[in-house]
């Protein structure tokens, strides 16, 4: 921040003062200024130059131009004083009610033009490549939401998805068939240092999990590879703690023959009601399934998703 006879000197322009006033209480480009203002573009950028070489106005780069703003090494002695000088400047500057307004006004254009472009995107916005915006950096920021919890991963493969939960949860046991997923699922946690991620190799019809030992388990994209499925769920329902949850990522019920060999698929997906039915029929309570995917290339899978609660104790016994 500028020294205090630095700002005195600086500020004793009325403009200059107006343009402070403004970047007070917003990021400006030159455009905007000069909207509100009614100035032309080389008496903003001199006034500008000016703030910006007694260190109170900074600016940043985005896109094609410039946004200003007061300067934020604000704590200092003159930074206080500058601080004291614009609220008394807000008083005696006769324009600067009428900036306010103006300055209001050319927000408004910023955020219509915003608005516009998302009402032009309207309804197909799922559709359309969104920078930024991903599957996996949805599930990441809704796994930091969940409360630290003992997992079972079944069917999980090499592990990909035991090592997200991983991130957040107090323990998760990955449990595949394949010794070989088993053994590269391992060398990845080791990569990771992931210390709380156990890979055990056993079937989902017969989980190497004791009783009522977790809280929360996954079957993603794995139960349509079950013999038995309904088999499949009593297990989960065991090693389940009384109120634990069960969630089901699967796909839905399709024609596609060729994935029994091409995937090794036992069965070609499941049908809602089929699912509900099944969960129902284990034991479990409030079973909520719904079709959250549908691939648009051919053979279109969709996925199915399930969720559901073992009760708790009391209405179990």
Same mark, same amino acid.
């Given at each position: 921040?500028?020294?205090?006879?630095?700002?005195?000197?600086?500020?004793?322009?009325?403009?200059?003062?107006?343009?402070?006033?403004?970047?007070?209480?917003?990021?400006?480009? $030159?455009?905007?200024?000069?909207?509100?203002?009614?100035?032309?573009?080389?008496?903003?950028?001199?006034?500008?130059?000016?703030?910006?070489?007694?260190?109170?106005?900074?600016?940043?780069?985005?896109?094609?131009?410039?946004?200003?703003?007061?300067?934020?090494?604000?704590?200092?002695?003159?930074?206080?004083?500058?601080?004291?000088?614009?609220?008394?400047?807000?008083?005696?500057?006769?324009?600067?009610?009428?900036?306010?307004?103006?300055?209001?006004?050319?927000?408004?254009?910023?955020?219509?033009?915003?608005?516009?472009?998302?009402?032009? $995107?309207?309804?197909?916005?799922?559709?359309?490549?969104?920078?930024?915006?991903?599957?996996?950096?949805?599930?990441?920021?809704?796994?930091?939401?969940?409360?630290?919890?003992?997992?079972?991963?079944?069917?999980?493969?090499?592990?990909?998805?035991?090592?997200?939960?991983?991130?957040?949860?107090?323990?998760?046991?990955?449990?595949?068939?394949?010794?070989?997923?088993?053994?590269?699922? *391992?060398?990845?946690?080791? *990569?990771?240092?992931?210390?709380?991620?156990?890979? *055990?190799?056993?079937?989902?019809?017969? +989980?190497? +999990?004791?009783?009522?030992?977790?809280?929360?388990?996954?079957?993603?994209?794995?139960?349509?590879?079950?013999?038995?499925?309904?088999?499949?769920?009593?297990?989960?329902?065991? +090693?389940?703690? @009384?109120?634990? *949850?069960?969630? +089901?990522?699967?796909? $839905?019920?399709?024609?596609?023959?060729?994935?029994?060999?091409?995937?090794?698929?036992?069965?070609?997906?499941?049908?809602?009601?089929?699912?509900?039915?099944?969960?129902?029929?284990?034991?479990?309570?409030?079973?909520?399934? &719904?079709?959250?995917?549908?691939? @648009?290339?051919?053979?279109?899978?969709?996925?199915?998703?399930? $969720?559901?609660?073992?009760?708790?104790? &009391?209405?179990?016994?």
């Amino acid at each position: 921040m500028a020294s205090i006879v630095k700002i005195l000197r600086v500020v004793a322009d009325p403009n200059r003062l107006r343009i402070l006033l403004l970047l007070k209480g917003e990021e400006l480009s $030159v455009a905007e200024l000069q909207e509100i203002l009614v100035m032309g573009q080389s008496t903003i950028s001199t006034h500008l130059s000016q703030l910006k070489q007694a260190g109170l106005v900074e600016d940043r780069r985005t896109g094609k131009s410039n946004l200003y703003r007061l300067c934020s090494s604000g704590a200092s002695g003159a930074g206080i004083l500058l601080i004291e000088l614009l609220d008394r400047a807000k008083q005696e500057i006769p324009e600067a009610q009428e900036d306010q307004a103006a300055r209001r006004q050319v927000l408004r254009k910023r955020q219509d033009k915003m608005r516009s472009f998302f009402d032009s $995107v309207a309804g197909r916005l799922g559709k359309d490549y969104v920078p930024g915006k991903s599957w996996k950096s949805l599930a990441e920021a809704l796994l930091r939401l969940m409360p630290p919890l003992v997992i079972a991963d079944l069917g999980a493969g090499e592990g990909a998805f035991a090592l997200l939960l991983a991130e957040r949860a107090k323990k998760v046991i990955a449990v595949d068939s394949s010794a070989k997923m088993i053994e590269v699922g *391992r060398e990845q946690a080791l *990569r990771h240092d992931v210390k709380n991620l156990d890979f *055990r190799l056993g079937d989902m019809e017969e +989980i190497p +999990i004791d009783d009522r030992s977790v809280d929360l388990v996954f079957f993603s994209q794995s139960l349509h590879h079950a013999l038995h499925p309904e088999c499949a769920l009593k297990e989960a329902w065991r +090693i389940l703690v @009384p109120g634990g *949850r069960i969630v +089901i990522l699967d796909l $839905v019920k399709h024609r596609f023959e060729e994935a029994r060999e091409m995937y090794a698929d036992e069965w070609l997906g499941f049908s809602e009601s089929g699912l509900e039915a099944m969960l129902e029929k284990t034991g479990f309570l409030q079973v909520v399934t &719904s079709v959250v995917h549908k691939e @648009p290339e051919t053979p279109q899978f969709q996925t199915l998703l399930a $969720v559901a609660n073992k009760p708790d104790s &009391s209405r179990e016994a």
